[in-house]
């Protein structure tokens, strides 16, 4: 062959590879919101979708389409009866009886019945499960914890279905808020047919995907989406309006908010940042709404001199809260130096209103701070160790980094260095105690200020500071059992306080959910949990 | 030459198995591991996870399991994404990776050969002084800048083309564009360079002095040699356009297999990084195999033999 044939059919060759490439999926994306279909955007592919044993955030939005519990939410975040049509609870407070709505059905139209809950609440007590939300039973029902650890059988356990609609769960302490917990995904049923037959991959095929929500799955493919349909099963079918919810997978923000500006897609979750001003300006989509969640960098309080109350006080107050949250997030939040998140109502008051009483500035307080730092040992930051401020690659907190940095340089005198590592290193860091100060925070697992006073008690697995206080963990302690909701909110008032003295960790504001969805899309609830529903959701135009 | 082929496939293995080593070694010698999530899991939950997916096992005991695994092409479970596969990883995202990565190896082909011919023939004209100034821009903007650029200008602002996905086959258009740039420009400009050089010697002077016509000298004598550096680096080009895009299919939302590299490390997905890589470079060596196989080929230099 010649050398100018040679490269003719090299050109040949691409070309006609080039051609055969082109062709693929032909269907164009059909977007017929008048049908009753909607496409939404999320950021991240969810690491699982058995109920079971998932406890990943992006899971959240299938969770709450695919599957309801005894219990479920409403459009104003309060609990409402779910798959339990009612309940009852012992005088002490320890037994909860769920009676099961009638003819309740799998999205198979199989029944479902106490049994099944009982089957469901036993799998994810059952290690090989690899349930990551297993401590949400362990730590509250009778015996859980012992069957976990193959202590105790199945009879010692307070799980028990009394008949075909009846379950009994029975508490190891009258924990007022465990409704909230009994909320949480980990508590939905899971069809034993189904997964018995195939236990590691029941929900990765719409054949074999059993649910007895709202919805059911459609169509599931790795990396580009899932699509959900109404499922006709639901007890309440008749009150879902969506046929269709097509959930894709856009990991770039900036790409999912072009595609809804096109109108491609009908909503998606976490608008980036640097686009909110413009948004808030001149859109009609942009809802803001309040999260159950605080922002906070952890304190290692085992270390010299952050184990001084008075240095972490200097440093808390010498942030200008108010400019991170305006000028550098750019993103709307509430500034704080408490630890629990607006939300808790009791008795007509948020739990968070006595906040204004520890006297916390929105605004750096400069001269304050350099006292304490001085009454500290550290007069206008002299002799002061450089800080070590600690984050994981993250471009929104990198900016908070190096405000925090740029502020107390400049409000203290002190030198302040930046680390970063990408989070897995950064979070066993975190965990021994192998820094300095470090970005963090907290989404709540259910409304109740416990999912966040919990975390800084002495042995709680989430308490990465080192911050041991026995008359907080005494005070956090006496609220778990307290029955009486008055005493019990008057108890933790008390348990913050002592936050608020010591200051553990340096919280910086509050957070806010941001999320797009287009003006058509009515009856869509996004709860201060992060918990998004559309079960009541239908399109106007 | 079937000698030859078969050294070549015992070096392959070799390669390979070197490989699966260093990177078992190298992710295991990371801080953290796959259960390191939002949150601290319970340390039971934790416990019952090390167990679940056998990583209390000693590691050499681990490493042997895998490569028993792999023997039969078997990649194993992802320890992050439950219940699905890493062969599923491959399975689901290779096809739209390889689609977009031979368009964009046929796009770059087309384009950068004739422009670095062009750019050599006229070399100090204007042509040249374009060619190269393009090309200088394609290796020097990043390949997110490019398609954040085409994606604002050809989607947003003039709506020719969709934000995402290829659903519709004009979805194509903008990522197999992002994700040549790079490529394009750098072959555009070693087929210019090394195009100059040949001309430049001996036997196409010999050639010009026989009276053959210029194109005639380009096309029969000079392009030939001309390409060999660019058929060399042929194979490690196409082996990355294939295998997918971090980046661009980040931007695109492409289910491709692209993500995965990044993803699977950050996550510290074991099995995750070690079939992709092994995947990975399983497609690079075949490729580097093919170019030299290429070689012999096109180079009457290259005797294989033992004619010597």
Request: include cysteine.
């Given at each position: 062959m010649e050398n100018g044939r040679k490269i003719a059919v090299l050109l040949i060759v691409t070309a006609a590879v080039f051609a055969v490439s082109c062709g693929g999926e032909k269907a164009p994306d059909v977007k017929a919101p008048e049908q009753g279909k909607i496409t939404f955007a999320l950021q991240s592919e969810p690491d699982g979708y058995d109920p079971g044993i998932t406890n990943n955030s992006f899971a959240s939005p299938f969770m709450n389409q695919l599957f309801e519990g005894l219990v479920t939410y409403d459009a104003n975040g309060e609990i409402v009866p779910g798959n339990a049509e009612s309940w009852t609870i012992s005088p002490d407070g320890k037994v909860y009886t769920f009676k099961l709505r009638a003819g309740l059905k799998w999205s198979n139209g199989k029944t479902l019945n106490a049994h099944d809950y009982v089957y469901s609440m036993f799998r994810v007590l059952t290690p090989a499960t690899g349930a990551r939300y297993a401590d949400m039973l362990t730590v509250y029902i009778v015996g859980a914890d012992d069957y976990y650890n193959g202590k105790a059988g199945k009879e010692k356990v307070g799980i028990k279905a009394i008949n075909d609609n009846t379950l009994e769960i029975t508490l190891i302490e009258p924990t007022p808020y465990y409704l909230g917990i009994l909320g949480m995904w980990v508590y939905a049923p899971v069809n034993k047919e189904a997964v018995e037959a195939s236990p590691e991959r029941w929900t990765m095929d719409p054949a074999s995907f059993v649910s007895n929500g709202p919805f059911k799955v459609a169509s599931i493919k790795l990396g580009e989406g899932v699509v959900l349909q109404k499922n006709d099963n639901y007890w309440n079918a008749g009150a879902v309006r969506l046929a269709e919810i097509n959930f894709r997978f856009i990991l770039e923000p900036a790409t999912a908010l072009s595609a809804f500006e096109k109108g491609e897609i009908d909503g998606f979750r976490e608008v980036p940042a640097s686009d909110i001003p413009r948004l808030r300006a001149g859109s009609n989509a942009l809802h803001i709404l309040p999260s159950f969640g605080t922002t906070f960098y952890d304190v290692n309080n085992t270390k010299k001199p952050y184990d001084n109350p008075k240095v972490r006080r200097a440093l808390a107050i010498a942030l200008d809260r108010e400019e991170i949250i305006d000028n550098v997030l750019q993103a709307p939040g509430d500034p704080t130096m408490a630890l629990v998140a607006p939300g808790y109502v009791y008795g007509g008051q948020d739990f968070t209103t006595v906040h204004k009483n520890y006297g916390f500035k929105p605004k750096a307080d400069v001269e304050e701070a350099r006292k304490l730092l001085a009454e500290a040992g550290y007069p206008d930051g002299k002799g002061f160790p450089v800080l070590e401020l600690s984050y994981y690659t993250n471009a929104t907190v990198k900016k908070v980094v190096e405000a925090m940095q740029q502020m107390w340089e400049k409000n203290l005198g002190i030198k302040v260095k930046i680390k970063?590592?990408?989070w897995a290193i950064y979070y066993s860091d975190i965990q021994n105690l192998n820094y300095e100060i470090g970005a963090m925070g907290w989404g709540g697992d259910y409304l109740h200020p416990m999912t966040f006073l919990e975390l800084f008690t002495s042995n709680s697995s989430n308490n990465n500071t080192g911050y041991k206080n026995a008359e907080y963990d005494a005070l956090v302690a006496k609220a778990v059992v307290e029955t009486d909701p008055a005493k019990a909110v008057?108890?933790?008032?008390?348990?913050?306080?002592?936050?608020?003295?010591d200051l553990p960790v340096i919280t910086l504001y509050s957070r806010s959910n941001t999320i797009m969805v287009a003006p058509y899309i009515k009856g869509w609830v996004l709860t201060a949990l992060s918990n998004l529903y559309f079960k009541d959701a239908y399109i106007e135009k | 030459m079937l000698e030859y082929v078969l050294k070549r496939v015992a070096t392959m293995f070799v390669t390979l198995f070197a490989v699966v080593l260093l990177t078992f070694i190298l992710m295991h010698s990371v801080p953290g591991g796959p259960f390191t999530a939002e949150r601290k899991l319970p340390e039971q939950v934790e416990r019952a996870l090390i167990q679940k997916y056998k990583l209390d096992d000693p590691l050499y005991k681990q490493f042997f399991d895998y490569l028993k695994g792999l023997a039969r092409?078997?990649?194993?479970?992802?320890?992050?994404?439950?219940?699905?596969?890493?062969?599923?990883?491959?399975?689901e995202g290779f096809p739209l990776s390889a689609r977009l990565g031979l368009l964009s190896v046929g796009f770059t082909l087309l384009t950068a050969l004739p422009l670095g011919i062009l750019s050599a023939v006229k070399n100090g004209k204007w042509q040249d002084i374009l060619v190269m100034f393009i090309a200088t821009l394609g290796i020097t903007i990043p390949s997110f800048v490019i398609a954040t650029a085409l994606m604002y200008v050809f989607s947003f602002r003039l709506g020719w083309f969709p934000v995402f996905g290829v659903k519709k086959l004009n979805g194509y258009v903008l990522p197999v564009i992002a994700l040549s740039?790079?490529?394009?420009?750098?072959?555009?400009?070693l087929m210019r360079s090394s195009l100059l050089e040949v001309m430049g010697q001996d036997y196409i002077r010999t050639a010009r002095s026989k009276g053959l016509s210029e194109s005639a000298v380009i096309i029969k004598h000079a392009l030939r040699n001309a390409l060999i550096p660019v058929v060399t680096i042929l194979g490690p080009t196409i082996a990355g356009l294939i295998t997918g895009s971090f980046v661009i299919e980040k931007i695109f939302a492409l289910p491709g297999m692209g993500v995965h590299f990044v993803t699977s490390i950050a996550n510290r997905d074991y099995t995750a990084i070690m079939g992709i890589t092994i995947f990975?470079?399983?497609?690079?060596?075949?490729?580097?195999?093919?170019?030299?196989?290429?070689y012999v080929m096109i180079d009457p230099r290259i005797k294989l033999g033992r004619e010597s």
């Amino acid at each position: 062959m010649e050398n100018g044939r040679k490269i003719a059919v090299l050109l040949i060759v691409t070309a006609a590879v080039f051609a055969v490439s082109c062709g693929g999926e032909k269907a164009p994306d059909v977007k017929a919101p008048e049908q009753g279909k909607i496409t939404f955007a999320l950021q991240s592919e969810p690491d699982g979708y058995d109920p079971g044993i998932t406890n990943n955030s992006f899971a959240s939005p299938f969770m709450n389409q695919l599957f309801e519990g005894l219990v479920t939410y409403d459009a104003n975040g309060e609990i409402v009866p779910g798959n339990a049509e009612s309940w009852t609870i012992s005088p002490d407070g320890k037994v909860y009886t769920f009676k099961l709505r009638a003819g309740l059905k799998w999205s198979n139209g199989k029944t479902l019945n106490a049994h099944d809950y009982v089957y469901s609440m036993f799998r994810v007590l059952t290690p090989a499960t690899g349930a990551r939300y297993a401590d949400m039973l362990t730590v509250y029902i009778v015996g859980a914890d012992d069957y976990y650890n193959g202590k105790a059988g199945k009879e010692k356990v307070g799980i028990k279905a009394i008949n075909d609609n009846t379950l009994e769960i029975t508490l190891i302490e009258p924990t007022p808020y465990y409704l909230g917990i009994l909320g949480m995904w980990v508590y939905a049923p899971v069809n034993k047919e189904a997964v018995e037959a195939s236990p590691e991959r029941w929900t990765m095929d719409p054949a074999s995907f059993v649910s007895n929500g709202p919805f059911k799955v459609a169509s599931i493919k790795l990396g580009e989406g899932v699509v959900l349909q109404k499922n006709d099963n639901y007890w309440n079918a008749g009150a879902v309006r969506l046929a269709e919810i097509n959930f894709r997978f856009i990991l770039e923000p900036a790409t999912a908010l072009s595609a809804f500006e096109k109108g491609e897609i009908d909503g998606f979750r976490e608008v980036p940042a640097s686009d909110i001003p413009r948004l808030r300006a001149g859109s009609n989509a942009l809802h803001i709404l309040p999260s159950f969640g605080t922002t906070f960098y952890d304190v290692n309080n085992t270390k010299k001199p952050y184990d001084n109350p008075k240095v972490r006080r200097a440093l808390a107050i010498a942030l200008d809260r108010e400019e991170i949250i305006d000028n550098v997030l750019q993103a709307p939040g509430d500034p704080t130096m408490a630890l629990v998140a607006p939300g808790y109502v009791y008795g007509g008051q948020d739990f968070t209103t006595v906040h204004k009483n520890y006297g916390f500035k929105p605004k750096a307080d400069v001269e304050e701070a350099r006292k304490l730092l001085a009454e500290a040992g550290y007069p206008d930051g002299k002799g002061f160790p450089v800080l070590e401020l600690s984050y994981y690659t993250n471009a929104t907190v990198k900016k908070v980094v190096e405000a925090m940095q740029q502020m107390w340089e400049k409000n203290l005198g002190i030198k302040v260095k930046i680390k970063v590592q990408d989070w897995a290193i950064y979070y066993s860091d975190i965990q021994n105690l192998n820094y300095e100060i470090g970005a963090m925070g907290w989404g709540g697992d259910y409304l109740h200020p416990m999912t966040f006073l919990e975390l800084f008690t002495s042995n709680s697995s989430n308490n990465n500071t080192g911050y041991k206080n026995a008359e907080y963990d005494a005070l956090v302690a006496k609220a778990v059992v307290e029955t009486d909701p008055a005493k019990a909110v008057e108890i933790m008032h008390k348990a913050e306080d002592i936050f608020a003295r010591d200051l553990p960790v340096i919280t910086l504001y509050s957070r806010s959910n941001t999320i797009m969805v287009a003006p058509y899309i009515k009856g869509w609830v996004l709860t201060a949990l992060s918990n998004l529903y559309f079960k009541d959701a239908y399109i106007e135009k | 030459m079937l000698e030859y082929v078969l050294k070549r496939v015992a070096t392959m293995f070799v390669t390979l198995f070197a490989v699966v080593l260093l990177t078992f070694i190298l992710m295991h010698s990371v801080p953290g591991g796959p259960f390191t999530a939002e949150r601290k899991l319970p340390e039971q939950v934790e416990r019952a996870l090390i167990q679940k997916y056998k990583l209390d096992d000693p590691l050499y005991k681990q490493f042997f399991d895998y490569l028993k695994g792999l023997a039969r092409l078997d990649l194993g479970p992802s320890f992050k994404y439950e219940g699905r596969t890493v062969n599923e990883f491959i399975r689901e995202g290779f096809p739209l990776s390889a689609r977009l990565g031979l368009l964009s190896v046929g796009f770059t082909l087309l384009t950068a050969l004739p422009l670095g011919i062009l750019s050599a023939v006229k070399n100090g004209k204007w042509q040249d002084i374009l060619v190269m100034f393009i090309a200088t821009l394609g290796i020097t903007i990043p390949s997110f800048v490019i398609a954040t650029a085409l994606m604002y200008v050809f989607s947003f602002r003039l709506g020719w083309f969709p934000v995402f996905g290829v659903k519709k086959l004009n979805g194509y258009v903008l990522p197999v564009i992002a994700l040549s740039g790079y490529s394009l420009s750098f072959v555009a400009r070693l087929m210019r360079s090394s195009l100059l050089e040949v001309m430049g010697q001996d036997y196409i002077r010999t050639a010009r002095s026989k009276g053959l016509s210029e194109s005639a000298v380009i096309i029969k004598h000079a392009l030939r040699n001309a390409l060999i550096p660019v058929v060399t680096i042929l194979g490690p080009t196409i082996a990355g356009l294939i295998t997918g895009s971090f980046v661009i299919e980040k931007i695109f939302a492409l289910p491709g297999m692209g993500v995965h590299f990044v993803t699977s490390i950050a996550n510290r997905d074991y099995t995750a990084i070690m079939g992709i890589t092994i995947f990975y470079a399983t497609i690079l060596v075949a490729m580097v195999f093919l170019v030299d196989i290429f070689y012999v080929m096109i180079d009457p230099r290259i005797k294989l033999g033992r004619e010597s």
